[in-house]
């Protein structure tokens, strides 16, 4: 989140931007939760890792995400399904960009995404990630393309978000 603020900075775009790094999301999502209530934001997308499935000596095939290909834009997880409309615009915009990505399934536990689509009224969100080789580890791995890309695909993202598409997005 701190590069996409960087690569922002000074750039023009028609968004107010906010960086959150929330806490204790394995414990109930608490700091995203309260962080989405004081920012009140229009849409909001959560930065996570994933697990990779390409880990040597893994045949976890419930997971499709591999180090190298591209950020995950997440279609569900064990918290969220994501505003349609915006993942939409996010696959739509990465094409366009030529971004590469793959598309995560997270078929147990949430992300902080899921808390903040429930704040307030309600906010359009979605996850996504950098998959990661032995996540929750003290040495996950990343492949730096991954990264790199999907700093460059919200970065995108936020340019093209403009009130036309923000409308179409909350009329979901």
């Given at each position: 989140?701190?590069?996409?603020?960087?690569?922002?900075?000074?750039?023009?775009?028609?968004?107010?931007?906010?960086?959150?790094?929330?806490?204790?999301?394995?414990?109930?999502?608490?700091?995203?939760?309260?962080?989405?209530?004081?920012?009140?934001?229009?849409?909001?997308?959560?930065?996570?890792?994933?697990?990779?499935?390409?880990?040597?000596?893994?045949?976890?095939?419930?997971?499709?995400?591999?180090?190298?290909?591209?950020?995950?834009?997440?279609?569900?997880?064990?918290?969220?399904?994501?505003?349609?409309?915006?993942?939409?615009?996010?696959?739509?915009?990465?094409?366009?960009e030529?971004?590469?990505?793959?598309f995560?399934?997270?078929?147990k536990?949430?992300?902080?995404?899921?808390?903040?689509?429930?704040?307030?009224?309600?906010?359009?969100?979605?996850?996504?990630?950098?998959?990661?080789?032995?996540?929750?580890?003290?040495?996950?791995?990343?492949?730096?393309?991954d990264?790199?890309?999907?700093?460059?695909?919200?970065?995108?993202v936020?340019?093209?978000?403009?009130?036309?598409?923000?409308?179409?997005?909350?009329?979901?």
């Amino acid at each position: 989140a701190i590069e996409v603020l960087r690569q922002l900075k000074g750039k023009t775009h028609p968004n107010t931007v906010f960086g959150v790094g929330t806490v204790e999301e394995e414990v109930g999502l608490r700091g995203a939760g309260t962080s989405a209530f004081e920012v009140a934001p229009d849409v909001a997308f959560a930065v996570d890792v994933t697990i990779a499935a390409d880990t040597p000596g893994s045949d976890d095939s419930d997971f499709a995400e591999h180090c190298g290909k591209g950020p995950s834009i997440s279609i569900m997880d064990g918290s969220l399904l994501p505003n349609t409309v915006l993942r939409d615009f996010v696959v739509e915009t990465a094409e366009k960009e030529k971004i590469p990505y793959q598309f995560g399934a997270l078929t147990k536990g949430g992300t902080d995404g899921g808390r903040i689509a429930m704040t307030r009224s309600g906010v359009p969100t979605i996850t996504l990630s950098v998959p990661s080789r032995y996540i929750h580890s003290h040495n996950s791995i990343i492949h730096i393309d991954d990264y790199l890309n999907l700093v460059k695909l919200l970065v995108a993202v936020i340019k093209k978000l403009d009130s036309r598409m923000l409308k179409k997005i909350r009329s979901m």
